[in-house]
Nanobody, 121 residues
Framework: VQLQASGGGLVQAGDSLTLSCAVS????????MGWFRQVPGKEREFVAA????????YYADFVKGRFTISRDSAKNTVYLQMNSLKPEDTAVYYC???????????????WGQGTLVTVSS
């Protein structure tokens, strides 16, 4: 399976951005699709995840109310809608596929290449 993340860019604080993660290959109903982010010198951190079969979504506390994760089964694509962006949201965002829900990177076994989001103040 291959994951291709896209949609990153340079925006201003308060703006919105939608990231996409196109998946080539099978996504099983038991899979979990997640978004993580990473800044240089820091560990990759969990942002959000969605259960592919049910659509149930989970979020890190720091994005609740601002970010929305969704999936389109017909397109094999996962989205991360990001609103009210803050400079501290600046990071490389990665999508990943896992076999069980988790907030640690080790819970996911397939990763995309990352897309850079830069939020200016």
């Amino acid at each position: 399976v291959q994951l291709q993340a896209s949609g990153g860019g340079l925006v201003q604080a308060g703006d919105s951005l939608t990231l996409s993660c196109a998946v080539s290959g099978r996504i099983f109903s038991s899979n979990v699709m997640g978004w993580f982010r990473q800044v240089p010198g820091k560990e990759r951190e969990f942002v959000a995840a969605v259960r592919w079969g049910t659509g149930a979504a989970y979020y890190a506390d720091f994005v609740k109310g601002r970010f929305t994760i969704s999936r389109d089964s017909a397109k094999n694509t996962v989205y991360l809608q990001m609103n009210s962006l803050k400079p501290e949201d600046t990071a490389v965002y990665y999508c990943a596929r896992g076999v069980s829900l988790g907030t640690l990177p080790k819970s996911y076994n397939s990763w995309g290449q990352g897309t850079l989001v830069t939020v200016s103040s």
